[in-house]
């Protein structure tokens, strides 16, 4: 069975420009979670999506990011229009239940130059 | 100050030492996680635990909800076992944001 796949592995891209990643959860997973790493700093939950729906967003840093999952299947990140600190790797993860244990992606590295 | 704290930040040990990596945190939980990372690698979820001792292979998980403590033990350490190892906690009340530690490096050396 095919684990959580990120896309694009790295990105990098000017300020103000915009930035889609994808998250393909493992198949069968309602819930997903965006997570993001700054430099230096802990991982911190970004959202979570139970099927299509946004369960809890109260970690999203503000409305340059969008995050959707239409037809609860893959979810995207769009970061518009991207800032400095907005550089970090941002992780994907997917859980059958909850509580279960979450599947992390390998993460999308984002450099905003 | 961090509500989950780990130490240490950075850890040496050689192969065959036995390896502790602790955790604390200063809310209410209702699960603990540990995570792998690899260098260069992905995030591999090692053990969810609310209470008591949890094993696979070598590694041991504890947690001690009265002390809001956690353990992560290595035994038998291997260079394989190098990587960040993180503390996750799900807040009491939350179905699912994990509140995460910064992580404690570990390099094993032959």
């Known amino acids: 069975e095919a684990g959580v796949t990120q896309f694009p592995s790295h990105s990098v891209i000017e300020k103000g420009q915009t930035v889609t990643l994808r998250c393909d959860p493992i198949?069968?997973?309602?819930?997903l979670y965006w997570y993001r790493r700054v430099m230096g700093k802990e991982i911190k939950f970004l959202l979570h999506?139970?099927?299509?729906?946004?369960?809890?967003e109260s970690g999203m840093p503000n409305n340059r990011f969008l995050a959707e999952r239409t037809g609860g299947t893959y979810s995207t990140l769009k970061v518009q229009p991207a800032e400095l600190e907005d550089s970090g790797v941002y992780f994907c993860?997917?859980?059958?239940?909850?509580?279960?244990?979450?599947?992390f992606g390998p993460g999308t590295r984002l450099t905003v130059l | 100050k961090n509500e989950v704290e780990q130490s240490p930040q950075n850890l040496t040990a050689q192969e065959g030492e036995f390896i502790t990596i602790n955790c604390s945190y200063s809310?209410?939980?209702?699960?603990l996680h540990w995570l792998q990372q690899h260098p260069g690698g992905g995030i591999v979820s090692l053990f969810m635990?609310?209470?008591g001792k949890k094993k696979h292979g070598r590694l041991i998980a504890t947690i001690n909800i009265q002390e809001k403590h956690s353990s992560l033990h290595i035994t038998a350490s291997h260079p394989r076992d190098s990587a960040v190892y993180i503390c996750?906690?799900?807040?009491?009340?939350?179905?699912?944001?994990?509140?995460f530690g910064t992580g404690t490096r570990l390099q094993v050396t032959l």
């Open positions: 996750a906690v799900r807040l009491k009340g939350t179905a699912s944001k994990l509140t």
């Open positions: 999506f139970v099927k299509e729906s946004k369960q809890d």
């Open positions: 809310v209410g939980i209702s699960a």
């Open positions: 635990l609310s209470s």
């Open positions: 993860a997917s859980s059958q239940d909850l509580p279960s244990t979450q599947y």
């Open positions: 198949s069968g997973h309602d819930n």
